[in-house]
């Protein structure tokens, strides 16, 4: 009977450490949220159907009248609209009670491009076959703070002259995903993930940007620096030829102590009709090695809930924890 007892403790304790389930749209109290999500639960932040979120820009919050307020109908399913919240982030408090609901923040993005030889951003000094990486400035980083999510999930987008796009990159015999990266530092940096070798990429310059889609926040908020690096006078790598990798039309702001600069980055415009790449490898097939699709362009959403890591793992464990204890209890 001791044992049956200690394996039914076990399982207690078990589900009090591993949560049955995390969301990327579960919002702590005092948490951070980004203007363009959709479909956001602040229900832990203590607002109320129906009830009131207000600003306040005096310096008083208990005793200020304030300055912007907005009815909430769902705190399950609550959204950051542009229009509504574009010009009034901050920290937003319960209304009344004037407890901190959660802080509204524009997001911020930027992509650079970084030689792993020299650990700078590449430029004239590259030299043919050089391994590239890349260096994500964002304040989505924040979102790590929300209950089991690992980071914002970014995607890295890379299309070759042809205008076939890779959604992974190989270098040293390692694939790297570019896909739904979790960044969870201001400073994010992959270390070098694409090998510049003309035996494995065709020559010639690739479009290179980075998104944030998490909640549908591009689609609702499709602004460059904010939640793309996309722009009409972006980054174009060029790949091949006697100077190697260089980078043209990037710009290079100067980087604030918060990690949160916006620049205008990202790509050369690229034909639709992309054709199969026939180099050795990456195939355009879609595969595990460095796979290009033949598509000109890949849409990638963050999906609308994110669980935490390990969790189909951590309940096949606890079932089976469950199933030996009812199997010992029963014996007795």
Known sequence: MPRTAALVLLCLAALVAFPVSAAI????????????????NIAATNVTAGSQIARFTGGNVQTDA???????????????????FGSATGAWYTN????????????????????GRTGREIGSGAVSGDPLGFRIETNLDAMAQRPGV???????????????????????????????????????????????????????????WADCN???????????????TRSQAGISVQVGGTSGPSITGAATPTVTATGTTVATVTAVTTTANATAVSTPAPTATGTAVATASATATTATTAPATTRSPGFAATTLALAGIAALGLALFRRR
């Open 66 to 84: 304030p300055s912007d307020v907005v009815t909430v109908s769902d705190p399950t399913s609550f959204y950051v609209s542009p229009d509504q």
């Open 214 to 228: 998490a909640n549908g926040m591009k689609d609702n908020y499709n602004q460059v620096g904010k939640t793309t």
């Open 150 to 208: 690992a980071g914002a999930p970014m995607t890295i987008h890379v299309r070759d002259p042809t205008g076939a796009e890779f959604t992974s990159l190989v270098n040293g015999g390692i694939t790297t995903s570019l896909v739904n990266i979790p960044v969870n530092a201001s400073v994010y940096e992959t270390g070098p993930v694409w090998a510049t070798d003309t035996s494995q990429y065709r020559a010639g310059s690739y479009e290179v």
């Open 96 to 115: 009344p009670g004037r407890q901190l609901a959660f802080i509204v923040k524009d997001p911020s993005l930027q992509l650079r491009v970084i030689n």
């Open 25 to 40: 749209t579960d919002v702590p109290p005092g948490g951070t949220v980004f203007i363009g999500e959709r479909g956001l």
